[in-house]
């Protein structure tokens, strides 16, 4: 082994500790340049992962209760799989003493070669955010959008992110003091897996116990997702009482409170906040106490004092209405162009929306400033000696030390990219601009934006782990400045927002390929392959599933037990609908009736002001510390379209995972927390496509009362007097 550590690095005058304590403990401080990188393994098992996690997502995302399987699952799975293709494969050497000189086995699976099979598979783990144009265009406007103008949006939004990166990368991946904390995870569990470990007397390896767990939850998922709906969301108090409409808005876990209500579902309980195995503890409280505040404190409050008339609407809903409780006919206000029919509009009438709906906006508003000034009172001064310790000259850490062997990506790389990109982008609005909506100037205005917010937010994410969203200000601008154009709006938010977000995903990659001292070339081209692979398997799945699955996304003709009713799809569309068509000052501004929503900016900057000066005063209470006001008013950011069981079965699995067995059994948590998460969310995952390919496509289904969507009709009623809605019952 030609390891590189230590000594070397003090030969050459490089300090050996980190900046930072937690990266020292964590990262290795070795490396083998001789090590192979860019195997046939990696290429395989790379773009397998890539192409299947991509197609499961998107699959997955268009579900009542979407499942994102994050690039853990890959990260576990490829383990034996890349040791059998060390042992199996040939190792012959093909065109011996060429230039072109290859093996298809250089030796044992190695812990690099798997770095960028997660790279790639990271590609494919979440979604396209893009894709939200292209169902609410085609499913919810019920416009004409071909294959090519989606395919050009998808590929330029996600592609405009490595512009990004690369003009930042300097100042957020290599100085030792921006350290992405949510890599020390992955790099703990790359470490984990490539030690050599013997089976424990009476126990099992990591890999084995990931093979049992997959094929229990492989097996099991045969009950919530096909035999026994019920599980998905059991909600035990509307049997109680099955016509009052009152207990059921308490206890049901989709519509209303969900008091009591669990969901026995893995993708119940991961489809929105992710796997709750892998957050930490604090995390989870601060999350807990915020979704009790915002659902049974806030929501009570607002929705029985008949704030924004709440009782002519559910309690819990991310649909638009009329003033008398009905649902609101969009297409009637938008003439031939595409556009908001101001006349028409006048004479239908307003656009109302649920008191909860209304306020979750407000919460969104009161993060952003509440991140602003957390970040400035209880991170300012770090955040400050940080930067300057990135800006200004100052020596290298070991791990950028260590990284001097490879060669570095050239800056023109990524000019050219960004360029090329940002002149697609231009060339698709113009040229599709009848249904894109978007103009040459609104394109380099969200540029802008992404620009503008790339660096500072970076350094946020850097160093404390927290990314404020910028999806509610790219609508609140583009309302404001460009009303009526539904599509303009939702082209200028994934350009101005995700195109920021993936360079920032870009940039985590960078620094996780930095600590496990991956060639930086090798990292981009499986970036930039990944992402591109990724892209067209995402929008040829959803081409396939809109072609396949009847009335897909459109609840008005769906059934209420549809497990394809899109929920983020659908409050995409709506956002749409309140910023894009109708218009910012029509909803939120002087023209609307929600104006007051916007005192919800002073309040997150006002909150964690109070909570910094408590600190101060009393600065021997350490848990006033521990208040994170950003984390506590975003909490609940996914609701809607995520309901109360999505957070109460969270928030018990979290509880169990992080306090409770992190707590007394650290040994065993440490060795199978991870392995436990992902062989849940593949073992879900295959299930789900199996029975949808053997039974769900063939439209075979049982019909009984366990698949019940949970038995809760009532839960979504208003209750003020004289509304008349459905089989509701009239007041």
Not at 51 to 64: A, E, G, M, P, T
Not at 626 to 645: D, F, W, Y
């Amino acid at each position: 082994m030609a390891e590189v550590g230590e000594a070397l690095a003090m030969e050459a005058g490089v300090s050996y500790d980190c900046p930072i304590k937690q990266v020292d403990v964590t990262v290795p401080k070795t490396d083998d340049p001789t090590i192979p990188v860019l195997t046939f393994r990696m290429w395989v098992l790379g773009l397998s992962s890539c192409v299947v996690l991509s197609f499961v997502n998107q699959f997955f995302w268009y579900r009542s209760q979407p499942l994102i399987i994050s690039s853990i699952s890959a990260q576990i799975a490829v383990v034996p799989i890349g040791h059998l293709m060390a042992k199996k494969i040939t190792r012959r050497v093909f065109l011996k003493g060429s230039r072109f000189e290859f093996t298809l086995n250089p030796g044992p699976f190695n812990v690099k070669e798997h770095v960028l099979i997660t790279i790639f598979a990271n590609s494919g783990a979440g979604t396209v955010y893009a894709t939200h144009i292209l169902t609410a265009v085609k499913l919810l406007y019920k416009r004409n959008l071909t294959f090519i103008p989606a395919l050009l949006v998808m590929i330029t939004t996600q592609v405009l992110g490595f512009g990004w990166a690369g003009l930042f990368r300097k100042f957020l991946v290599i100085p030792g003091e921006m350290w992405w904390p949510s890599n020390l995870v992955q790099v703990s569990l790359f470490r984990a897996l490539h030690e050599k470990e013997k089976r424990p007397k009476g126990s099992t390896t990591r890999t084995q116990f990931f093979l049992i767990v997959f094929i229990c939850s492989f097996t099991y998922y045969v009950a919530p997702g096909y035999l026994i709906n019920m599980l998905t969301s059991f909600s035990w108090i509307c049997w109680l009482a099955p016509k009052s409409v009152l207990l059921q808005q308490l206890g049901s876990g989709l519509d209303g409170l969900g008091i009591g209500s669990i969901g026995f579902d893995w993708s119940t309980i991961s489809a929105y906040l992710g796997s709750p195995l892998a957050s930490p503890w604090f995390a989870t409280a601060n999350v807990a106490l915020g979704f009790f505040l915002v659902m049974y404190v806030m929501t009570p409050t607002t929705y029985w004092s008949n704030f924004y008339n709440a009782k002519n609407f559910p309690i819990y809903s991310n649909k638009l209405f009329m003033s008398n409780g009905s649902h609101y006919d969009i297409e009637s206000i938008i003439d031939s162009n595409f556009h908001l029919s101001k006349e028409q509009y006048a004479k239908t009438g307003p656009l109302n929306i649920s008191t909860f709906f209304a306020m979750t906006y407000g919460l969104g508003f009161a993060t952003l400033s509440a991140t602003i000034v957390h970040v400035a009172l209880f991170n300012g001064r770090e955040l400050w000696n940080q930067t300057k310790g990135a800006f200004g000259e100052k020596k290298i850490d070991i791990h950028t030390w260590l990284m001097k062997n490879y060669k570095t990506v050239p800056n023109w790389w990524f000019f050219v990219i960004l360029i090329v990109n940002i002149a697609a982008i231009m060339f698709a609005c113009e040229y599709y601009s009848d249904i894109l909506q978007l103009p040459w100037w609104g394109v380099l205005l969200a540029c802008a934006v992404a620009l503008f917010f790339t660096l500072p937010i970076g350094i946020i994410t850097a160093t404390t782990n927290q990314t404020p969203g910028l999806n509610i200000v790219t609508e609140y601008i583009m309302g404001y400045i460009y009303p009526g154009r539904p599509v303009a709006n939702m082209c200028f938010k994934v350009y101005g927002y995700i195109s920021m977000a993936q360079g920032l995903t870009f940039l985590a990659d960078f620094k996780l390929g930095h600590y496990m001292k991956i060639p930086p070339r090798s990292m981009f081209m499986a970036q930039v392959v990944g992402t591109v692979v990724a892209v067209i398997v995402y929008v040829i799945t959803a081409w396939w599933l809109m072609a396949t699955i009847p009335n897909l996304c459109d609840t008005t003709l769906l059934p209420e037990d549809s497990p394809w009713r899109c929920p983020m799809d659908n409050v995409f569309f709506d956002a749409s609908v309140i910023w894009g068509l109708i218009g910012t000052r029509r909803i939120f501004g002087d023209l609307g009736a929600y104006s007051n929503v916007n005192w919800f900016f002073l309040l997150g900057a006002v909150a964690p002001l109070i909570v910094w000066i408590m600190h101060k005063t009393f600065p021997e209470k350490r848990w006033i510390r521990l208040i994170h006001m950003p984390v506590l008013l975003g909490s609940t950011a996914m609701m809607p379209p995520a309901s109360a069981v999505n957070f109460t079965s969270w928030i018990i699995i979290g509880f169990l995972s992080g306090f409770v067995i992190f707590r007394y059994k650290p040994k065993l948590w440490e060795r199978y927390n991870y392995v436990v998460s992902g062989g849940l969310d593949a073992g879900t995952a295959f299930m789900t496509i199996l029975i949808f390919l053997t039974l769900g496509s063939r439209d075979i289904s049982i019909d009984w009362w366990g698949n019940n969507p949970e038995g809760c009709p009532l839960a979504s009623c208003p209750t003020a007097k004289g509304i008349v809605v459905g089989d509701c019952p009239v007041f």
